[in-house]
């Protein structure tokens, strides 16, 4: 005779977790928008000009915002601070904030970074303690053009 057909249930998932107490957690940052001036492909020395729209929970006072280009290569990763942006008193709600990067020439970036052809763009909001609370990364592409020209 046949054997009943016999399934196996899972035993149920573990309970979640308490909750925790994440007073001592630090602001929760929504970016809801991000603008690149210009928006296409440039030369370096053009500049650069970044805007982000974003929300707080809670007041942010005497942060700001560091602007770095990281590219990795085989033997190292290469950080190039761009700038910063002044200190600046974030309410909670919707704030901004704006940036323009001077540019550079050929002549001020290592060749091992414009040898390589990706690099991360980041933006980091930083407490007044010098402590990263979120980034922005942004992949992007250079290149030298057919007049040697860095974009």
């Known amino acids: 005779a046949a054997e009943p057909f016999k399934m ?3 035993a149920p998932p573990p309970p979640p977790p308490p909750d925790v107490d994440d007073s001592g957690a630090g602001p929760v940052i929504d ?3 991000i603008e690149l001036n210009p928006a296409e492909e440039c030369a370096f ?4 000009g970044l805007a982000i729209g974003f929300t707080s929970d809670r007041q942010l006072s005497g942060y700001h915002w560091r602007v770095s280009y990281v590219v990795d290569t085989a033997k190292r990763r290469y950080i190039v601070q761009v700038g910063s ?3 600046a ?3 909670p709600g919707m704030n901004a904030m704006t940036f323009l990067a001077e540019g550079l ?3 001020e970036v290592p060749k091992a970074l414009w040898q390589q052809s990706n690099g991360l763009l980041q933006l980091a909001l930083t407490s007044p303690s010098g402590e990263e609370v979120m980034a922005v990364n942004m992949v992007v592409q250079i290149r030298v053009d057919e007049t040697g020209s860095l974009r």
């Open 105 to 107: 020439s050929i002549d």
């Open 85 to 87: 942006t002044e200190a």
């Open 31 to 33: 970016v809801t928008s």
């Open 45 to 48: 020395e053009a500049g650069l």
């Open 8 to 10: 196996e249930v899972p």
């Open 89 to 91: 008193d974030y309410a």
